[in-house]
């Protein structure tokens, strides 16, 4: 099948939506879903931390400071948030359960500091059995003693919900308590309380409403964390805050988390951010603080988006691949995906994750699959084309046509070029292989033709066309050709020697030849494929043509005669001897001709004057009356029984 454009943009588009349903299909069965998940991580962090959060961390100097034993006494608790208040905290969030009674004493001091101002946010531990719902629901909670429960402004759960591979990338922002009440996260409850949110908790079919506030969660209801890099919050030992070195409004405006973050503790949480040791949980609910306070949400693109950009990509991959040259299509297919990549980094930080699987294996599965395409329907162009040209031409001009066959396909269509066009016709064949057997005339006419094909391929000729024992090739087509007309002087003088020795090793059956006669002519000729719908040659038409083939009937045996204009290019590389002007039918005025003399051959003399003119009553060529008077013997054409090759019609 032939590659134009049409076919390549048809290609194009099958392999494009090919892959779009493959696609649609592992999208369907969730495949590849930990893929995405895990180059996604690669784009964090794209926002910086709300300069409203501040984390208060129970880190290793706090603990060889105030005790190593953990958990500590409650009141140094309410030390430390008296302390915060001091400083001018506007929330604090705890992310420690304080589940189980102590010391009344120790109990009663941070209940009395919780109750306060009723800015505290207390943290409650969900247990979950099973598969999770939608929305999560908790077979058992957690909550603080009584009285903190009591106390506090409000107590929320500190759950957060790993994906399989261990990583937490979302958070549940409500649960569902055994008793069928809903039980706000540690982030969205501080962020209801910073916003002054009013209302009660509302379940959406893509998010949770609270007051006039929408937080997106998607069809499972869990909010993706826009992750920050943890180093860019504000941070401060509890051990500093409770000893008061701290600047005095470190904590002005702030909502301020406190959580574990010393590794003896336990409390680490593997992030997008830090997949080795983890990240301590209390920076976890900061981020989703953050998320929520930035309005930094995350959109993963629906399956609609996804499908469509895997087809434009494909699409285009398969354009470049069918289009281009092979060496540039690699650079401009990483082009592309270098391109989806970088839009992915750049709608990432406006909230937007783009799938980066699936346009990932479509860029590769598109390449491909056109790559084989383009091979495939390439080779059975070069079959095509080796069938169009194989018979004609020698074998190292097939492999040169065929290292570009789109521009020797143009050369079929027909262009007009200067050519080098010879025909050489057997002197004596016919009476030679009068009486013989069939089998020895066809055997002797291969073996004279082969001589004469070979030194035309032996010189990058184009074989038009055998006529009986008459071969047609010519120089310049369907591959441009320097020097054409001396590879046709060349090719000549070859047949000539190459006949001589098949006659001398008696191949021929005892059907020997003189010799042949060879007529070339140089110059403006038509070429392409010629013909009808049923039947079409590759030949070449035109004055040239008739010219050279005029001179074939001219030529002597084992003679070469030129035109002026071909004899100009042989002249310095080849020996040229004159011959008497040539009467041509249609011509003006006789023709100047020459011979190539082969090595040891010598030139006729010619007398001034002399013109070969065809007799029509002989059916040969013969000297003009003032020649004769001279007494010149002229060159003996072509015996008479041997009427002269008729070359193909002038168009």
């Known amino acids: 099948m032939k590659r134009t454009a049409g076919f390549r943009v048809i290609t194009s588009a099958l392999i494009a939506v090919a892959i779009t349903l493959l696609s649609w299909a592992g999208l369907a069965a969730g495949a590849f879903q930990g893929a995405q998940l895990r180059l996604v991580d690669a784009l964090f962090p794209a926002v910086g931390p709300d300069d409203r959060i501040a984390v208060v961390r129970v880190d290793e100097a706090s603990l060889d400071r105030i005790g190593r034993a953990w958990p500590w006494p409650r009141s140094i608790h309410a030390s430390l948030i008296r302390a915060l208040r001091n400083h001018g905290a506007l929330l604090i969030g705890y992310d420690v359960t ?28 969900a247990i979950f059995e099973g598969r999770l719902r939608d929305p999560p629901r908790a077979m058992d909670l957690d909550l603080p003693i009584a009285e903190l429960t009591e106390a506090a402004a409000l107590v929320a759960h500190a759950n957060v919900i790993p994906d399989p591979d261990g990583v937490v990338r979302a958070v549940p922002p409500v649960i569902e308590a055994p008793d069928g009440t809903y039980v706000p996260s540690l982030s969205l409850g501080l962020y209801a309380l910073a916003e002054e949110l009013e209302g009660q908790l509302t379940f959406r079919p893509d998010g949770w409403q609270i007051g006039d506030r ?16 943890r180093a860019e919050y504000a941070t401060y030992s509890a051990a500093n805050v ?31 951010l830090d997949k080795a040791t983890g990240e301590p949980g209390v920076f976890v609910h900061a981020n989703a603080l953050n998320t929520m306070l930035t309005r930094a949400f995350l959109f993963p693109d629906g399956r609609t988006s996804v499908l469509a950009a895997v087809f434009v990509v494909s699409l285009l991959v398969a354009l470049a691949v069918a289009f281009l040259r092979v060496w540039a299509s690699p650079i401009v297919v990483f082009g592309i995906g270098t391109a989806y990549a970088a839009l992915a980094f750049w709608r990432f930080d406006d909230g937007r994750v783009m799938n980066l699987v699936y346009p990932a294996l479509a860029v590769v599965v598109a390449f491909t699959a056109a790559l084989g395409v383009r091979y495939f329907t390439e080779e059975r162009e070069r079959r095509r084309v080796t069938r169009v040209f194989g018979r004609y031409v020698a074998h190292d001009v097939v492999d040169e046509v065929l290292a570009a066959p789109e521009a020797a396909l143009a050369t079929l269509e027909g262009q007009s070029r200067t050519l080098s066009v010879l025909f050489a016709d057997l002197r004596g064949f016919t009476s030679a292989s009068d009486g013989a057997e069939p089998e020895e005339v066809v055997g002797a006419l291969n073996v004279y033709l082969d001589a004469m094909v070979r030194a035309v391929n032996e010189e990058r000729g184009t074989i038009d066309k055998f006529m009986g024992d008459c071969v047609m090739a010519f120089w310049g087509a369907p591959r441009l050709t320097e020097h054409h007309a001396q590879h046709a002087a060349r090719a000549g003088i070859k047949m000539l020697d190459y006949i001589d020795e098949a006659v001398a090793a008696g191949k021929t059956s005892g059907l ?66 004159d011959l008497p002007s040539l009467e041509v039918k249609g011509k003006a005025k006789p023709l100047r001709v020459y011979q190539v003399l082969r090595e040891g051959e010598e030139a006729a003399e010619v007398i001034e004057g002399a013109v070969l003119e ?33 070359a193909p019609a002038n168009p």
Not at 617 to 642: H, L, M, N
Request: proline share 7%.
């Open 98 to 125: 304080f589940a189980e009674p102590t010391e009344p004493d120790e109990d009663r001091a941070l209940v009395e500091a919780v109750a306060e101002r009723g800015d505290v946010v207390l943290a409650a531990n």
């Open 242 to 272: 409770i000893a008061g070195d701290v600047p005095a409004d470190a904590f002005e405006g702030k909502v301020v988390l406190i959580g574990a973050t010393a590794l003896g503790l336990g409390d680490t949480r593997l992030t997008p």
């Open 214 to 229: 929408l937080i997106p969660t998607g069809r499972a209801h869990l909010m993706d964390v826009n992750f920050s890099a």
């Open 614 to 646: 065809y007799s029509e009553d002989k059916g040969r060529f013969e000297q003009t009356a003032p020649a004769k008077a001279a007494g010149y013997a002229p060159i003996e054409p072509r015996p008479e029984e041997e009427p002269a090759p008729e």
């Open 512 to 577: 020997d030849v003189a010799g042949c006669g060879v007529g070339i002519d140089t110059g403006e000729a038509v070429v392409g494929n010629i013909g009808s719908s049923d039947r079409l040659d590759y030949t070449v038409v035109g004055d040239t043509v008739n010219t050279a083939s005029r001179l074939c009937g001219v030529a002597g045996p084992g003679q070469i005669v030129v035109t002026e204009e071909c004899a100009a290019e042989l002249r310095g590389e080849f020996r040229i001897g």
